[in-house]
């Protein structure tokens, strides 16, 4: 019984900031690397099947991303997982959910999980396109969102429960294999312990590449591209403090303002 | 790791600290060392330091960066670097007066005028900035001297001339011109303010308008005929604010008379009261008045005991908190039904043994934390506190200067980073377990742990001509 995680190393912004020359992303040097908040709960989920069904369940956690996606990867093995894949080539810098869900169906094949679980979106680009595309390429059951889930290895099916809009709640039945998005809040995901975060320089990462998996160029050419990336002007709103008096006098001098008096 | 812990003891201790952390490449344990490094380990660990432009941006916006490194950032920085600078806490005046000769907008500008290091000179040229946002810093800064403060109170902003008002520097000439032209909100500033004329006193004394009155009574140079004016104001705004005032006698204080729950409650956290206003508060209908005056360190045997018995579990947490309460009360309290209750025993160093031994064999998050916290605790206590499977309960060794090695040791293995980071400050805490930290994941962890050590090394005499090590701090 294998369950596989694809994660990803997702790049929170620092409040202050400067766009790349090309204008189609932020410098690099104003990025802070981790690993997708997200995730953190689909790795979680499949660790506790795997504590609850003992020695019989393999989790194995895939990545794509370069050298500094190792961090990412190193960090759900001290969590407990199994093994890691990384899959990285030069031509995969602009991928976007698709081209991921590409190679990751190619994963699936190479491996034949019996589930398959992702974060639900990750925190920098929100998407939550890869998951679903994923189950989309295998033709393989999804649900979304999921917030619970009631799932033992090997079962045909799994019942789960999905956060809906308004508050609402929808339990389902779903067929496995499947893909789940997992929901933040499903479970508490664990600190990895130092012995663990030693033990995880010893455990096994292959290293792959798309040609490795069978993926051509054309595979590997995005469904969309940046543009451009920049921080929208300034709205006309402001905070208007002080006491009545001040606010009366501040609001006749935006009026002149606007009027030109 | 250990070889590297032995290391730092003796003459090249140091020298071998800083070896470890340059070959490592971390910024964060460099950053540690930095500020406790002599000359030549500082020019050995900024390269390590500024590895990367990434890495300046991350110590120039690092409250805990040394003041001296970011000095030098400041020499050339850039926009983006510049602007981090401008908004860290920790940046010397050398720093803000450098970055005030390359001010490009006033977003930076509004950064230096609010920073706490910012001198007379560096406000004085900022008060005539054209961007009002910077001005009305330059108001609020607390440093900004009585002669910027004058001119600021002539401009025609109100926000800057209510600030202007509130300045500590603000001298009484300034005041008196503020109140002439002014608003309430200036004048309600002004009457608060320890250098407002005399005159203004009375006048704001006299005033009809309660919040200016408000205002007034929390002012520190008030004399005791106004306070007792104050103190019997009919506005309960008024009352409560004379009630805070630090000058005010508890003899002008009347709590039989006082209908107000809310200026009770202060009156009962007041420190000098008299028996019979303790007494009287004590059998306050309001629970919030009981629970505070259930701490007062003067509360008789007698009436501690009577709100030992309150149906209000807060109110018997203050008793058991209450450094005078007996210690036959600490062993019925520590038998409670409320585990908040018993976590206020459990917190006691001079709890009796036999209150400690009540508590023992809780479960309880909140006296297992307050157990892990007490020095009286049993060692077998504390090493199974700190292998808790609550990580907040674990955390708590940290705070226990008697909490022996092995739990400590523990706790510099936890996986809660939080409590690892907590721990390296601990006096039992190890130069082995130390120097493990140097590789932790936490960023905070490397950084606490390089100092810590960095300071050890430096505490240590040189080693005697026999070889032996010195003494340990």
């Known amino acids: 019984m294998k369950i596989l995680v694809p994660v990803k190393q997702i790049a929170s912004l620092d409040d202050q900031f400067e766009m790349r020359d090309d204008g189609r992303d932020v410098d690099d040097d104003y990025f802070e690397k981790d690993l997708n908040e997200f995730d953190h709960f689909s790795v979680e989920q499949a660790l506790l099947i795997k504590e609850a069904a003992g020695d019989g369940v393999e989790v194995v956690v895939a990545i794509v991303g370069d050298d500094d996606a190792d961090d990412a990867l190193r960090t759900v093995l001290a969590k407990g997982a199994d093994r890691g894949i990384r899959v990285w080539d030069d031509a995969l810098a602009g991928a976007d959910g698709i081209v991921v869900a590409k190679i990751l169906a190619k994963l699936v094949e190479r491996e034949k999980p019996d589930m398959v679980f992702t974060g639900a979106q990750s925190t920098d680009f929100g998407s939550a396109a890869t998951g679903m595309a994923l189950a989309g390429i295998l033709g393989w059951p999804h649900a979304a969102v999921v917030s619970h889930l009631d799932y033992t290895p090997g079962a045909p099916s799994a019942t789960l429960r999905r956060e809906l809009e308004g508050g609402l709640e929808e339990v389902m039945s779903i067929r496995c294999p499947a893909v789940l998005s997992i929901q933040l809040g499903i479970n508490q995901p664990r600190y990895a312990s130092l012995r663990g975060i030693k033990q995880a320089k010893q455990k096994q990462v292959d290293e792959l590449s798309p040609d490795d998996l069978g993926l051509g160029e054309d595979d590997l050419r995005p469904a969309s591209n940046v543009r451009r990336m920049y921080v929208p002007e300034r709205g006309k709103a402001e905070l208007i403090t002080g006491t009545a008096a001040e606010q009366a006098a501040r609001l006749a001098e935006i009026i002149k303002e606007i009027r030109g008096m | ?473």
């Open chain 2, 1 to 473: 790791m250990m070889a590297a812990a032995t290391d730092i003891r003796g003459a090249g201790g140091q020298d071998a600290l800083v070896a470890r952390v340059v070959a490592g490449g971390d910024l964060y344990a460099a950053l540690g060392l930095y500020a406790g490094a002599g000359p030549g380990a500082r020019a050995a660990l900024e390269p390590v330091i500024f590895a990367s432009p990434r890495q300046k941006l991350i110590t120039a916006a690092a409250a805990f960066a040394p003041a001296s490194l970011l000095d030098r950032l400041a020499a050339d920085a850039g926009e983006a670097l510049a602007l981090r600078l401008a908004k860290n806490p920790a940046t010397p005046t050398s720093a803000l007066r450098r970055l005030l000769g390359r001010c490009g907008d006033a977003r930076m500008a509004r950064c230096l005028a609010a920073h706490d290091h910012a001198d007379a000179a560096i406000l004085d040229e900022l008060a005539s900035h054209p961007a009002v946002e910077v001005r009305r810093a330059v108001a609020g800064n607390p440093a900004a001297p009585a002669g910027v403060i004058g001119r600021l109170a002539a401009d025609d902003d109100g926000l800057i001339r209510r600030a202007a008002a509130a300045a500590p520097e603000a001298d009484a000439g300034t005041l008196a011109r503020l109140w002439q032209t002014g608003d309430d909100g200036v004048r309600a500033e002004i009457a608060a303010h320890p250098n407002c004329p005399a005159d203004l006193l009375a006048a704001a004394l006299r005033s009809t308008d309660a919040r200016l009155r408000r205002r007034l009574a929390s002012n520190p140079s008030l004399g005791a005929a106004e306070l007792e004016q104050l103190l019997a104001d009919p506005d309960d705004g008024v009352r409560a604010a004379a009630v805070r005032n630090p000058t005010v006698s508890d003899a002008g204080i009347d709590t039989g008379r006082e209908p107000s729950a809310r200026i009770r409650r202060l009156i009962a956290r007041r420190h000098q009261l008299g028996a019979d206003v303790i007494a009287r508060l004590a059998a306050d209908p309001d629970p919030w008045v009981r629970r505070w005056i259930a701490r007062h360190p003067d509360l008789p045997a007698g009436l501690l005991a009577r709100l030992a018995q309150d149906d209000d579990p807060g109110i018997r947490r203050s008793v058991a908190r209450n450094p005078a309460s007996p210690p036959d009360l600490l062993v019925r309290l520590a038998q409670d039904t409320a585990p908040w209750v018993q976590a206020g025993v459990a917190l006691r160093e001079d709890a009796p043994p036999e209150a400690v031994g009540a508590l023992l064999s809780s479960r309880d998050r909140d006296v297992l934390g307050a157990l892990g916290r007490n020095p009286a605790t049993p060692a077998t206590t504390l090493k199974a506190i700190a292998a808790s499977g609550d990580a907040d309960v674990r955390r708590s060794i940290a705070f226990n200067r008697a909490a022996p090695q092995a739990a400590v040791l523990l706790l510099a293995a936890d996986p809660y980073p939080l409590n690892r980071a907590m721990i390296v400050g601990h006096p039992l805490l190890d130069d082995g377990a130390l120097a493990d930290l140097l590789d932790d994941p936490d960023p905070q962890v490397r950084f606490a742990a390089a100092r810590r050590l960095g300071r050890r090394a430096a505490s240590f005499p040189p080693r005697n001509s026999d070889g032996k090590p010195g003494d340990d701090e």
